[in-house]
């Protein structure tokens, strides 16, 4: 709004984005930058508008995209060293139409690699800082847009969100965080890491931000056939301001971190006086989520990573001396412990003898999961959880415990289970100022109202 009135130009903006990637180098934040580029499409901008050419909603915003979203500007390594060669020549839909808006990319985020972590400590290319303690991780696997956002280099970044890649990462930095319903934003051109829980959503600092994406990005798309009809658009009337919300009782004990307990009690209180219902409940089926999410996305990681073979594109060995070993060095050498050891997990569920016994079986209890939130959802309009169990924890302290950082992901995961959308809001800080997260979660398709809903309680708390 300001540069299409005059007030600031697209190249001081986008200049001072940069500026600010510079300065927080030593956080890790991106895993390349494209100064260049756009500080020319923020001139192009500047001219148009004096012209007085008509511009985009976000024209001359600049924003950073998580290196697995394709697109010709830089490489699309997705943190990984099998793609750190790979120059794309297509765009993902969602990021050209924040591109057709004006939005200028000024680099790529780091992530773990192909989305495999809850730390961005699986990245090929190091760690991302905490943006409120540098002994600590950045929460992943979109670690990068997460801080990008947090020390306000840009004022929103994307993500993806397989099992809580989104949330869990802004909630361990103090911003905003969504994942929209399943099939919401196309998820064309965009590296797969699990069919069917990968979620594209943003980073930024309030949900009227993420609403606004939100009504840029969503939306049916011939390239991506799980998309749903663009119901986000669509004014539903006016529903009441006073929801029934829930809290599930088994993200609410002992496991949980007090600092997150308090928050959530304090969330609770904020809610009760300024009108709305609380009501408790069990849903007994999502003990199994975190279980039934590590058969069921590894066994899509497997297929989807059969296609980096060494031969089509990205990183080839050089030792190879026939097929077999462009296959097996390639992958070898490209692939980080953590995807191997999704890959080897994948295939093994999959296999003739153990198919029936771990695939189909999760399968099942998916269905089950996917059931109970639909009778949550018949007692109350919203649900109220912490994102994860603690807030984030230091550098290196799960590396080498597979089964403790996979245990992080016990609240984000069933929402991707059971296709249901997820905003991580910000929830304080604990005493050594590290920052807490709530999630807000909602039935299938009710993302606008719950954007809203957030949206009124933050200007009610008066922030
Ligand atoms: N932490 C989860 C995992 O490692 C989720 C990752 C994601 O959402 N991409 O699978």
Redesign the pocket.
């Known amino acids: 709004m300001q540069i299409a009135t005059k007030e600031i130009t697209a190249e001081s903006l986008v200049r001072a984005a940069l500026d600010k990637a510079e300065e927080y180098k030593d956080y890790n934040i991106f895993t390349s930058l494209d100064k260049d580029g756009a500080l020319k499409k923020a001139k192009i901008i500047d001219e148009k508008i004096k012209n007085g050419e008509e511009v985009g909603k976000l024209a001359g915003v600049p924003f950073a995209i998580k290196d697995n979203f394709l697109s010709p500007v830089g490489n699309t390594t997705a943190s990984s060293k099998i793609l750190e060669p790979l120059k794309s020549p297509i765009t993902a839909t969602s990021v050209k139409k924040l591109e057709d808006e004006g939005a200028i990319i000024i680099g790529r985020t780091n992530l773990d690699s192909f989305?495999?972590?809850?730390s961005t400590e699986n990245s090929y290319f190091g760690p991302t800082l905490n943006s409120h303690d540098k002994t600590r991780v950045a929460g992943?696997?979109s670690g990068g847009s997460a801080v990008a956002v947090a020390l306000g280099i840009v004022p929103f970044a994307t993500g993806?969100?397989?099992?809580?890649?989104i949330r869990q990462p802004a909630s361990f930095n103090g911003v905003y965080g969504f994942k929209p319903t399943y099939g919401t934003i196309s998820r064309y051109g965009v590296v797969a890491?699990a069919s069917s829980t990968d979620c594209i959503g943003f980073f930024a600092n309030s949900a009227e931000d993420i609403d606004l994406l939100m009504s840029i990005t969503s939306g049916r798309d011939p390239k991506d056939m799980t998309t749903l009809p663009d119901y986000y658009n669509i004014e539903t009337g006016k529903s009441s301001d006073i929801k029934t919300i829930g809290i599930i009782k088994d993200f609410n004990n002992d496991s949980v971190a007090p600092e997150i307990r308090e928050a959530l009690k304090k969330k609770i209180e904020e809610l009760k006086s300024a009108g709305h219902k609380i009501i408790e409940f069990d849903m007994p089926m999502l003990k199994y989520a975190l279980a039934v999410y590590y058969i069921v996305?590894p066994a899509e990681i497997s297929s989807n990573l059969s296609r980096h073979d060494g031969v089509r594109y990205g990183y080839r060995s050089s030792e190879a001396k026939d097929l077999d070993e462009v296959y097996g060095k390639s992958r070898s050498d490209g692939f980080m412990p953590e995807n191997k050891r999704r890959i080897m997990i994948g295939n093994f569920v999959l296999s003739s003898g153990f198919y029936d016994a771990y695939y189909l079986k999760a399968q099942q209890a998916r269905t089950l999961i996917i059931k109970e939130y639909e009778n949550a959802f018949s007692k109350c309009d919203f649900i109220l959880t912490p994102v994860a169990p603690n807030p984030a924890f230091k550098l290196g302290e799960k590396t080498n415990d597979p089964v403790a950082m996979y245990l992080e992901?016990v609240m984000s995961v069933p929402l991707n289970l059971a296709g249901v959308p997820g905003l991580a809001i910000p929830a304080g800080e604990t005493k050594d100022g590290l920052s807490l997260g709530l999630q807000l979660v909602g039935p299938r398709r009710s993302d606008r109202e719950l954007l809203r809903f957030a949206s009124n309680i933050a200007k009610k708390e008066g922030k």
Do not use: E, K, L
């Not at 989305?115 to 809850?118: E, K, N, T, V, W």
């Not at 993806?160 to 890649?165: A, K, L, P, V, Y």
């Open positions: 989305a495999h972590g809850s992943g696997s993806t969100d397989t099992g809580g890649s890491m996305v992901d």
